[in-house]
């Protein structure tokens, strides 16, 4: 038994020694990660939709530059958000649920599909015709989608080790980030107000980001 206790315990300070913090990753780096991935491959159908609009729809702005607008929105939103549940294990849980919300939103405009939406309306209507959808799509599209998407990182951001940060520590440094981040989107919401946030309130590229189509609905 009281070897038992010593191996344990042995255990327990090696995963908490200085060598294995130096080797683990930050909270605010992995959220940030997963926000830029979230904000450039969970909206390629976006993308996509953007860069095929035609002309008269950029009024006088170019594809690159309402989209790399509408990509800021989003990396600071979701910077924001991914902040405020920057406590574990809940930033781990709540980020693979954003991964993979934003993964079949995605395979499900990238095939001209609506997005998938949260409320009791909407459920009721057209989960139905949505699971339908899925079905009949072959499997190397879920693959594709599904897989790359979400799963891949799902995979990398559960076995990770993220560096544990004292609640006295991590209190301010949230408040900080919290900060941080409200102030860029603010910055970038300022800088387009006059110009390019007219032009996309005009279209539906804005309904089309994600994942806070989805999560939008939630309110309705």
Known sequence: MALRLFHV????????S???QRSSWHPLTVLTLISLWLTLTGNLPLWREISRAPEAAYAGHGA????????LLCLTSLGLLLTLFNWSPLLKVFAIVLLWLTAVNAELLWTGQGVLL?????????LGPLITHLSHLPWWQHLLWLGLLAGLPTLWLWNINIRRVRLSRRLPQNLLMILVWAV???AVWFIGRDSLLPVLQGTRWLDGLSPFNTLLSLAH
């Open 18 to 20: 200085p060598a294995a």
């Open 64 to 71: 690159f530059g309402l989209s790399l607008y509408l990509a």
């Open 184 to 186: 860029a989107l603010a």
């Open 118 to 126: 949260l409320d009791t309306a909407h459920l009721q209507n057209t």
């Open 9 to 16: 315990t042995e255990f327990a300070q090696s995963s908490i």
